[in-house]
């Protein structure tokens, strides 16, 4: 079935070092790749996306690249810092019927950065 | 802050009681979600409601019943539940319903912790 594969599920990194997520899709159809951050007793919270016209988006320390021939989409953090422990969620919008689009979620990422 | 306000934050109820959560939305949106969120699982869509009408049920057992009564506000009534309905359950908007080559942006609320003893 359609679904969103997300990968590492556990990331430890040291602070200052950059952090990679990477997801796949499996609907070509996808064109609205958002990327969540989830702090502990929070709801998630958007952070980033990015729609299928360009390849990449930077805001401050967080990028995002996409490439659609291959399906995947990866966010990018660099210089981290403590606070950017969480767990980070990427979605994609996949066709459910119907003319009607809806987020398919991956399974998430814990990162902790190490001070 | 979102602008999504979900009540109570924590639950606990025994799987006779009947129990309502609530989500409140303040974006001026027009779709609203239910999720469940379990341990290492993926966000599970549960209800998508647009313009007040009910556009998805992914499947889900009776004993969750939606209710959207505006498109500011959306319950979830509970009933019988299982132990294995614990979980948090988060409430979602976007501006956009999900139109066939659109992208929309979902605003999630706190969520509500639930646990079923």
């Known amino acids: 079935g359609e679904n969103v594969e997300q990968h590492p599920s556990t990331l430890s990194v040291q602070e200052g070092d950059s952090a990679v997520i990477k997801c796949t899709y499996s609907?070509?159809?996808?064109?609205?790749f958002p990327w969540y951050k989830q702090e502990l007793g929070k709801g998630p919270q958007l952070i980033i996306d990015?729609?299928?016209?360009?390849g990449e988006k930077k805001d401050q320390r967080i990028a995002v690249t996409l490439n659609k021939t291959a399906k995947h989409f990866s966010l990018h953090i660099t210089e981290t810092q403590p606070e950017d422990s969480a767990v980070y969620f990427c979605a994609a919008n996949l066709y459910s019927g119907a003319g009607s689009y809806q987020l398919t979620f991956g399974k998430g990422t814990k990162l902790s950065v190490i001070p | 802050e979102t602008g999504v306000t979900q009540t109570p934050r924590h639950l606990v109820m025994g799987m006779t009681n009947k129990k309502s959560l609530k989500c409140e939305q303040h974006l001026g949106h027009n779709a609203m979600y239910w999720y469940k969120q379990s341990a290492k699982k993926p966000l599970e869509l549960m209800f998508v409601y647009n313009f007040k009408e009910q556009t998805e049920n992914n499947s889900v057992p009776s004993r969750f019943s939606p209710e959207c009564p505006n498109s500011s506000h959306l319950f979830l009534h509970l009933h019988t539940l299982q132990p294995e309905d614990s979980a948090l359950y988060l409430c979602a908007s976007s501006a956009e319903p999900g139109l066939a080559g659109g992208g929309e942006t979902q605003y999630f609320g706190p969520g509500t912790r639930l646990l079923v003893l």
């Open positions: 990015i729609r299928s016209n360009v």
């Open positions: 609907d070509s159809a996808s064109n609205y």
